[in-house]
């Protein structure tokens, strides 16, 4: 598996996280593709890998604003997408700019033969119309499913799709192999048997040059992350080369962690575990990532799970819901208090339509009248919720509670089960 992140500011100031993974990518091409000279994966791997991707998509869309996939060829990732979504939910995805696409072209490779005095690693880029347009790239991805869109909708999910794609540095790959040489060169890869003391970098055997395209496979998504400002999920073999760096890259680590340590305080099982027992899992995430609160909390999350003592998470999640202040908490919400205990109606009129709500504030006011000594009654408590309620990010976790306990209603007893 392989996930990256990405944390920027949107352009309304807010922290905003974007996945990048690869991991369904990687499923397509083992389990879809048929490789010559590759046995088929058996039903139970494939069960059991495409059960994890899935598990794994559910956590990644409720904990990250964006997930961008990585495409190799034909967009076949889009097409699961459309299978667990539905067109009307990747649209609706694409509409909350939570979707991207990165078409990866860049390709090394390694000699088999031995040849004196030939450089061990190739590279390049793949330049087929599937792997460098991305309008192919998603026309042929369309051509791998069993029940084809309307004309009219491919029609907009191309147009749509094209928008949110990007490709990786030309020379990217040229990048890494010259990078690897010198790692090499100056004994930075000794400790995995690659010594200059041993083998000349133009002599090495057929098993050096196998480890040392798979260093060079991994300086080539280092490279891509820190051009584009990522992190990862990802236990890289060869990480011990990146020390400098090692911290940034895996700060994914940090947000993950910290959600479970919050989940562990709130008795929230994993997100991961939550899905299979949820019914139309897909249709419900889509609802619960775009409330604000959930916006909210993953813009928190990031920003906390900055923090270099992954333990202190515990410390922003109290503060954060013991300093929590509604409008009427506020210095000018409790003047506002005094007037909207006495006219309701009027205050609420005035406070969410400004100026324009007065008019019709004064007939609200006689339906809102308050009880004796300003108490407010379930109908004032639902008005003014929005108001007297701070945000705090444990709204995320009773919204969770309650898909929890949604999913176990769904779930039959023990005698329909008989049945």
């Not at 598990?55 to 990644?60: V, W």
């Not at 959930?294 to 003592?309: A, P």
């Amino acid at each position: 598996m392989s996930a990256l992140t990405i944390i920027m500011l949107d352009f309304r100031g807010i922290m905003k996280t974007t996945i990048y993974n690869s991991e369904l990518n990687e499923f397509s091409r083992k389990f879809l593709v048929k490789n010559p000279g590759v046995p088929d994966p058996s039903p139970h791997d494939f069960i059991t890998q495409r059960n994890a991707i899935d598990a794994s998509l559910f956590e990644s869309f409720l904990l990250f604003d964006a997930l961008s996939f990585k495409v190799h060829g034909e967009n076949i990732p889009l097409v699961i997408l459309l299978n667990h979504f539905g067109v009307k939910g990747v649209e609706a995805l694409l509409d909350q700019n939570a979707l991207e696409f990165i078409l990866w072209d860049q390709m090394i490779g390694h000699i088999v033969d031995d040849i004196d005095g030939v450089d061990p690693l190739s590279h390049g880029r793949f330049n087929s119309p599937a792997h460098s347009d991305p309008e192919e790239s998603i026309k042929l991805g369309f051509n791998w499913m069993t029940k084809q869109p309307r004309t009219s909708d491919k029609k907009n999910l191309i147009r749509k799709v094209r928008d949110v794609y990007s490709m990786p540095e030309k020379n990217l790959s040229g990048k890494a192999v010259a990078l690897s040489k010198s790692a090499y060169d100056s004994g930075k890869l000794k400790v995995y048997g690659l010594s200059p003391d041993q083998s000349a970098y133009r002599d090495l055997d057929l098993d050096g040059r196998k480890k040392l395209c798979q260093c060079a496979e991994e300086i080539l998504q280092y490279s891509h992350l820190i051009d584009s400002n990522l992190s990862s999920y990802s236990n890289f073999e060869f990480y011990k080369i990146f020390n400098d760096s090692n911290r940034k890259i895996h700060a994914a680590l940090n947000l993950q962690d910290s959600f479970k340590e919050l989940s562990r305080i709130e008795n929230i099982p994993d997100l991961k575990k939550m899905f299979p027992g949820s019914s139309k899992p897909f249709d419900k995430l889509l609802k619960l990532r775009n409330k604000s609160s959930s916006k909210k909390f993953r813009s928190w999350l990031s920003e906390c799970s900055n923090n270099e003592d992954g333990v202190e998470i515990t410390k922003e999640y109290i503060d954060a819901i013991a300093n929590s202040k509604g409008f009427f908490q506020t210095k000018t919400g409790r003047f506002t208090k005094n007037v909207a205990m006495s006219a309701v109606g009027a205050g609420v009129g005035l406070l969410i339509a400004g100026p324009a709500g007065a008019a019709g504030g004064a007939s609200v006011a006689k339906l809102l009248e308050p009880a004796a000594d300003f108490g407010l009654d379930m109908l004032d408590e639902f008005v003014l919720s929005g108001l007297t309620k701070g945000w705090t990010p444990k709204i995320f976790f009773d919204d969770l509670v309650k898909l929890e306990k949604s999913n176990k209603s769904m779930q039959p007893t023990a005698d329909a089960s008989a049945d």
